[in-house]
């Protein structure tokens, strides 16, 4: 409460809901039918579970999807709305969890990659209700904090039923925050079921885009997904030193990843043509200022920006500060992509990719480093669809990842039941 001031700073809503008040009516009452609670915290978590909610429905349970952040629960809403309940997570004081659960009553509470709250876990445990971790992480940096408090939390990693982690480097460290070796298990990302590959609609949304914004024809683009902090001056520098090395020339188009970065990155990129002006019939920028340069401020579009692109640079992974950004879109869409050497939080989705070959690590953040690296590309275009090629292979081999959770949570469900009958 005292902290309030400092993660507060946004506006938030939901507060009744945040401690624990479910709106009447929201939930039905209780039936024969299993239910399971499927928490994700935010967008990244519920794009995760994606393809697990709909095998859970598929065999007749009754599914309750959760979410901790307004934008987490918007897109909660939009993905599963329709076919199963969505409700707001709570707090993590007693009272608001306890609130919650004589609400909701669920058989199993399925937690998305960690969200292993205490006063959830432990009442969940006392009420008899099995806790499972699916998609599983805990990087290195965020092991180092919790080891701090092991004392106090180790027991709830020691009560889950599983925790099926993305690979074995998680469920090492799983482990060592006091997870049973027995139940934790490696199963995979449940991402690469999540990935979508080129649609007509898509290809349509692309070609507007194009038109649009006015992307010149005869350009290779380079599409820098979800930037951040600097990366997009980075970028520029990089692309004028690749198209003057291999003699090609080369469009660039950012998408920030937060909203609030639109101005900079456009002020990054002078005389670009913004989405948003374009959108709104307003006057374009003077591009022949910079030639090719694009910012994309506008939400939802990053996959028909990626569908676009010839290469495709992932952001957040060049500043310092952030850990990467997620490769699968672009993967799925069979487009070569590069990604800098800080990229933690998507070891398990980067390596596979870069092992198979379609996907190349730039070791450095210096402009010259990914300007080489650029200019290579380029200048290659039987490797640039060989990369393409072999990104959509490795998406395709490595699916499934649902389909194995889903069956722990069944067996989880087939143990409560015969509990209950005993």
Same mark, same amino acid.
């Given at each position: ?50 393809t697990l909610v709909p095998l859970l429905l598929e065999r007749g349970l009754e599914v309750v999807v959760t979410a901790g952040t307004d934008t987490g629960l918007k897109k909660a809403r939009e993905v599963f709305g329709s076919v199963a309940t969505v409700l707001r997570y709570p707090l ?93 298990? /490696? ?7 999540? /990935? ?18 006015? +992307? ?6 380079? +599409? ?65 200022? /910079? ?124 143990? +409560? ?6």
């Amino acid at each position: 409460m005292l902290l309030a001031p400092l993660w507060a700073k946004k506006a938030r809503g939901g507060w009744r809901e945040r401690f624990g008040h479910v709106p009447a009516g929201a939930v039905a009452a209780r039936s024969g039918t299993p239910r399971v609670v499927v928490h994700g915290v935010s967008v990244g978590e519920i794009n995760a579970i994606a393809t697990l909610v709909p095998l859970l429905l598929e065999r007749g349970l009754e599914v309750v999807v959760t979410a901790g952040t307004d934008t987490g629960l918007k897109k909660a809403r939009e993905v599963f709305g329709s076919v199963a309940t969505v409700l707001r997570y709570p707090l993590d004081f007693s009272s608001s969890v306890k609130r919650f659960l004589d609400s909701v009553r669920p058989d199993v509470l399925v937690l998305a990659e960690l969200e292993l709250w205490p006063n959830m876990v432990r009442e969940c445990t006392r009420r008899g209700v099995p806790v499972a971790v699916v998609n599983g992480r805990l990087s290195e940096r965020s092991l180092k904090g919790y080891r701090k408090i092991k004392w106090a939390i180790g027991r709830d990693f020691a009560s889950l039923a599983f925790a099926a982690v993305q690979d074995e480097a998680y469920r090492a460290r799983f482990i060592a925050m006091g997870a049973r070796a027995d139940t934790c298990v /490696v199963t995979g990302n449940m991402k690469w079921d999540s /990935v979508k590959g080129a649609t007509d609609q898509l290809r349509e949304q692309a070609a507007g885009l194009r038109a649009a914004m006015e +992307v010149r024809a005869g350009e290779l683009l380079v +599409v820098g997904g979800s930037t951040s902090d600097g990366e997009e001056a980075l970028l520029h520098r990089a692309c004028e030193m690749a198209s003057a090395k291999a003699g090609v020339p080369i469009g660039l188009l950012c998408a920030p990843r937060r909203p609030e970065r639109f101005d900079v990155a456009a002020a990054a990129l002078p005389g670009c043509v913004r989405r948003s002006i374009v959108s709104a019939g307003g006057q374009r920028a003077a591009v022949t200022q /910079v030639p090719g340069r694009y910012v994309l401020d506008s939400i939802g579009e990053l996959r028909a920006a990626y569908l676009m692109a010839d290469i495709v640079v992932l952001g957040r992974s060049f500043d310092g500060v952030l850990y990467g950004s997620d490769p699968s879109e672009a993967a799925g869409l069979g487009k070569p992509s590069v990604i800098g050497p800080r990229y933690g939080d998507f070891v398990s989705m980067v390596e596979p990719l870069a092992d198979e070959g379609g996907l190349r690590v730039c070791r450095s953040v210096e402009a010259e480093a990914l300007g080489t690296l650029l200019a290579e590309l380029a200048g290659l275009g039987q490797v640039r669809a060989a990369m393409g090629a072999a990104a959509s292979e490795c998406v395709a081999r490595h699916r499934g990842v649902s389909v194995q959770n889903a069956a722990m949570i069944f067996e989880i469900l087939g143990r +409560v039941a015969g509990s209950e009958a005993t």
